[in-house]
Structures are given as structure tokens and as C-alpha cells.
């Protein structure tokens, strides 16, 4: 559905600062019906990459198909066949959930009866049938991204493409949202592209694709990436981190990965976690806060891939 | 096109009405200026060629400017917000023409300008203007034409701005000042040199002038004088040159800089 080619794309230099290459020559390929989440830090390319997947900006090389249609040669052809879900609000607040939804039909050139029928399919899902001629303004976060969502659907996209949607919801809400999506992937047979660094929300996708620095460093399902890792680590948490390390690796010649203050062993075998967690208990004792078996989930192979946690990755912030 | 402009224009016009601060603002500010500015120069007034016009009666027609300029300075600031607020991303990523982006609204903001014009038009009787319905019709379409120039223009400066403050200089700073000389506040016949050139080549001035005429003109005798006949050549250009020049700006797409092979 969507094949991506060697995207790359730089940012022109201006008078206060220098060209930057937020895309690499990047290829990616999401097939028809998948369910797939983008991630990485922020500033790893994500969000340049959505705005020339929907046709806001032209990269600077490479090429992209939506569909079977060429996105930079024929973007109406591509455009008719995706829908959007920005991260920012694109509903208009002053109006009704019904006027909006009207407005985004017109836009579409989607009416009358054809629009009737679509309204009563777009609201099957949601909690907004009897809501619809309160002002988006004063529903709920959760309520006006459904919204969003029912707008999008009006139009019958084959392609759904989410800018981290579910920004702002709480944890509950993102749950909800993020189950129904899937339900409406899989009774629509939608393909989804969505952005988002919230890691259970990753779980249940196809595809999980993990970008940094304007490269593409793993696509693969989740059991997959997770598999990269083994299927236990230990991790453990020290005051003396380094100093810890460096004696681990010395002393009983383990891989380890050090990452805040804490030490991961992330290649260790089947059954062999216990082992290697007494051992240490043994020798290092006083130097360890404390110290687990893990299973490792999608966080973590992020950590892996990119070198930072998600927390860290909102920290640093920027684009 | 023609369509999605109009949906975009009726999200315009709804949002106005739904905010009564803003109808408060745009319809009481020009009558006060009108009633105030008017009331006080009344006794002082006195143009060539118009002896007998009050300046109650001289200012009525820029005050008529006025609402069409703040019209179309408050939707040009709703571009501004519409991109802050997110809206703006899907009517971009929506497969409308660019045209229909501009035209929605640039007629949304003539379209309240009409409300506040028309409504104005009421007060003309009280002046002594008669009005035929030959004339009116005129009226009607400089106010058109005008309040689309304006709004036109607005769009055109608002489109590339990111804040509403920024805006706020650039109409202080060239829109307002373009009313100022255009006639609105003084005749053109007794500025300095200087002024006169200015406002000759000002199309605000022009607008002004085309509707001036159908107050003091019979529809028959506008349509053969060359003075109204520019006018509206020029407010009709004026208006069609900022449309195109809006549309190329929403057409321009942000682009990656060629790489070095």
C-alpha cells in the first residue's frame, strides 16, 4: 500500500541555521491490511516523514506510491485514497460535531443520501450519536479525536495515516481509542500508518518500524524485534554504574549495555538468567539497588535500537 | 470548486455569528468613528466641489471602507489561527483545488462585510441620499468588489504569517494607511502633491470612488463616466491580482533542498 524509495530529505539552509538531512535515504514498505507503527526520538525524521506522506512537503529525492499511484507525480490520485489524523486538533471547535463533519464532507464532495449513509457507517463505533450538535469544544479529549477519526472515515480511505494521536489522552482513553482503531482496521481491512512513541500502543501492530536520525534501524513485527533481544534480560540498578560495568565485564566477560543508571545483560540465553543474576548478587551485592529478570517488551528493544528510553526521547524534544 | 469555497465560507460566516464579541466589534467601531469623527469635523468640513455635503454625509461612504478593511483584517487573522489550531492541515490535505481554499475565504469575509454594509446602507435616507434600485444593484457590486479586494489582500499578507501579532503591524502599517489615503477621510483634490500621487495609484482610493458614484449618480449616467469606469477597472483588477497572487501562495508547498551530488 505504501512503498517508500529512497526517500531523502533535507532541510534548506537558512540565514541562522545550517541544511539538515532529517530523512537518509530511507525505504520502508507498509503492505496492504497491515497495522503499522512508526517510532523513534524526536528529531529522528518521523514527523518530516508524515508531512510527505500526506503531501505537505516535497522531499528533496526518491520515491513514494500509495496505492499503485505515484504521491510526488499524481498526489490527488494518492490523497483520494488516504485519510489524515493530525496530532494537532484539525476539527474545528466553534462548530458542532455534526457541522464539522458536513464540512469535511463538502470538502470531499461527499452528499446527500451518499453522505447519510456514510455518516451512520463513519458513528457506528463511537460515543458521539447523541452528541452531535454539542460544540467540539466542550467534548472531551478522548470524544474529539473520535471526531477526527469519524471525519476521516467519511471518505472511505483505503489508507489511514496517524500522527501520534493519541497525544494528550489518558492512559485509559489512548486504550480505548487506540482498540477501537485496530477494530475498525480489521472490519475495514484498512491499512494504518501511525507515528507513536507510547510502546503498549505498539503491541498489537503488524509492523513495528523504529527510525533514528532520518534512517530506518528495524521493521519487523513486534515478536520479532522482541526475539532480537533474547527472550529474558537482567537488568540491574546501581549508584556506581561505570564503576560496576566495567568490573562485570572484566570479571565474568559478559556483554552489558549501560543505559541511565542502569547495567541490561540483554544476550543472555534461555535459563540462564537465574545464574547470572545469583552470580552477581554474590559478588557485587553492596553495589546493587536492585536487580530483575525481564522480559523484554518494545521499550526496551527501543532502547536497544536507539540508545534512549521514550522518557528520553520526549525530553530532548524538538522536531 | 465552486462548492467546497462555499462550505468554506459558510464555516466563516458561522463562526462570526457565533462569536458576538466580534459583531459587536466590527459593526459599533466604524459607527462610532463615523458618528464621533463625523459629528466633530461637520462644522469645519468644507470640500471643492462638493459644497452642500456634510462631513457626515463625505465620510459615510469610507466608513462603508472601513467595515469591508476590519472585515477582512479579523478573517485574515483567522488563517493565522486556523493554522495554529490545526484546522488549516485538513482542508491542505483535503483534494481541493487551491482556489477554493482562497475563495473560501476571501467570500466569507465579504460575506460578513455585506452584512454590516448592507445594514449600514440604511442610515443613507437619513442622510438625503436617495437610492433607485438601478443604483443599489451598483452599490451592491462595488461592495462586493471592494470587500473582495480587501479580503483578497488580507489573505495574501496573513497566509505566511505564524503569529497574529505580526499580522497586527502589517495592517497598522499598510493596510490602515491605505484607507487613510484614500479618500475616505479627506478629498484626494486638496492633499499635497505628494499625497495626491500616492493616492492615485492607492486602489482603495479607486474603490472608494466606485462607490461614491452610485449615491451622487443615475446608473445610466455612471455607466458612461470614464472617473467610475476606471474605478472599476481598477477595483476589479486590484481584487482579481491579489486572488491569483493568494493562490500561488497556497500552491507553494515546503520543499527538501536539492542534493549535492
Not at chain 1, 507503527?37 to 500526506?54: E, T
Not at chain 2, 470587500?147 to 499598510?174: D, E, N, P, Y
Not at chain 2, 466606485?210 to 470614464?226: D, K
Not at chain 2, 476606471?230 to 533542498?257: C, D, N, P, Q
Request: proline share 4%; with cysteine.
Amino acid at each position: 500500500m505504501i512503498q517508500i524509495e529512497n526517500l531523502t530529505h533535507v532541510y534548506p539552509a537558512s540565514r541562522k541555521t545550517p541544511e539538515r538531512t532529517a530523512i537518509d535515504n530511507l525505504s520502508l514498505t507498509v503492505d496492504e491490511g497491515q497495522f503499522c507503527i512508526l517510532s523513534g526520538p524526536n528529531g529522528s525524521g518521523k514527523s518530516s516523514l508524515f508531512r510527505i506522506l500526506c503531501g505537505m512537503s516535497y522531499p528533496s529525492a526518491g520515491s513514494i506510491r500509495i496505492a499503485g499511484h505515484d504521491l510526488l507525480k499524481a498526489p490527488a490520485k494518492a490523497r483520494a485514497e488516504m485519510a489524515v489524523v493530525f496530532q494537532s486538533p484539525a476539527v474545528d471547535k466553534h462548530l458542532s460535531v455534526a457541522e464539522n463533519l458536513k464540512l469535511h464532507a463538502d470538502l470531499y464532495g461527499i452528499k446527500g443520501k451518499d453522505y447519510a449513509e456514510r455518516l451512520d457507517e463513519a458513528l457506528a463505533w463511537t460515543n458521539l450519536k447523541d452528541r452531535l450538535a454539542e460544540k467540539v469544544d466542550i467534548l472531551s479529549g478522548g470524544l474529539a479525536r473520535q471526531v477526527e477519526l469519524t471525519k476521516c472515515l467519511l471518505t472511505r480511505p483505503r489508507l489511514l495515516l496517524l500522527d501520534e494521536p493519541t497525544t494528550g489522552l489518558d492512559p485509559a482513553t489512548r486504550r480505548a481509542f487506540v482498540d477501537a482503531l485496530h477494530r475498525i482496521q480489521k472490519g475495514r481491512k484498512l491499512t494504518v500508518l501511525m507515528t507513536s512513541h507510547i510502546f503498549s500502543e505498539a503491541e498489537d501492530a503488524d509492523r513495528v518500524a523504529i527510525m533514528r536520525a532520518g534512517k530506518l534501524l528495524a521493521n519487523d513485527s513486534p515478536q520479532a524485534l522482541r526475539g532480537q533481544l533474547g527472550r529474558e534480560m537482567v537488568v540491574l540498578q546501581s549508584r556506581q554504574t561505570e564503576a560496576l560495568e566495567a568490573r562485570i565485564q572484566a570479571d565474568l566477560g559478559l556483554k552489558t549495555r549501560r543505559h541511565g543508571d542502569e547495567i541490561r545483560l540483554e544476550e543472555t540465553d534461555n535459563g540462564n538468567s537465574l545464574p547470572i543474576l545469583e552470580k552477581l548478587l554474590e559478588r557485587y551485592r553492596a553495589e546493587i539497588d536492585s536487580i530483575a529478570i525481564k522480559q523484554p517488551s518494545l521499550e526496551d528493544v527501543f532502547i536497544h535500537l536507539t540508545g534512549q528510553t521514550a522518557a528520553d526521547a520526549d525530553a530532548e524534544g524538538g522536531k | 470548486m465552486f462548492s467546497v469555497a462555499i462550505a468554506l465560507a459558510r464555516r466563516e460566516f458561522i463562526r462570526f455569528m457565533r462569536q458576538p464579541h466580534r459583531v459587536i466589534g466590527t459593526v459599533a467601531q466604524p459607527i462610532l468613528f463615523w458618528l464621533f469623527l463625523g459629528s466633530g469635523f461637520n462644522s469645519s468640513f468644507r470640500a471643492p466641489g462638493m459644497e452642500g455635503v456634510s462631513y457626515l454625509e463625505y465620510f459615510y461612504p469610507g466608513v462603508m471602507l472601513m467595515m469591508m478593511l476590519f472585515a477582512s483584517i479579523f478573517s485574515s487573522i483567522t488563517i493565522i489561527e486556523d493554522r495554529d489550531a490545526g484546522f488549516l492541515q485538513s482542508v491542505l490535505v483535503a483534494p481541493v483545488s487551491r482556489m477554493a481554499i482562497v475563495l473560501g475565504k476571501v467570500m466569507g469575509g465579504v460575506s460578513i462585510a455585506m452584512v454590516q454594509t448592507l445594514i449600514f446602507t440604511i442610515a443613507a435616507p437619513f442622510l438625503g441620499l436617495h437610492l433607485g434600485l438601478g443604483s443599489l444593484l451598483l452599490l451592491v457590486i462595488s461592495y462586493v468588489l471592494a470587500s473582495t479586494g480587501f479580503a483578497a489582500m488580507g489573505f495574501f499578507f496573513a497566509w505566511s504569517m505564524r503569529s497574529s501579532s505580526g499580522f497586527h503591524a502589517i495592517m497598522m502599517v499598510f493596510l490602515m494607511p491605505l484607507w487613510m489615503l484614500s479618500g475616505a477621510l479627506f478629498p484626494v483634490e486638496n492633499a499635497p502633491m505628494w499625497l495626491h500621487a500616492v493616492m492615485t495609484v492607492n486602489p482603495v482610493a479607486h474603490a472608494l470612488v466606485l462607490m461614491r458614484g452610485p449615491f451622487y449618480m443615475e446608473p445610466l449616467q455612471l455607466i458612461e463616466n470614464s472617473r467610475w469606469l476606471l474605478a472599476l477597472a481598477v477595483t476589479i483588477l486590484w481584487g482579481a491580482a491579489f486572488l491569483l497572487g493568494s493562490m500561488s501562495r497556497v500552491e507553494k508547498r515546503e520543499k527538501g533542498a536539492a542534493l549535492k551530488v
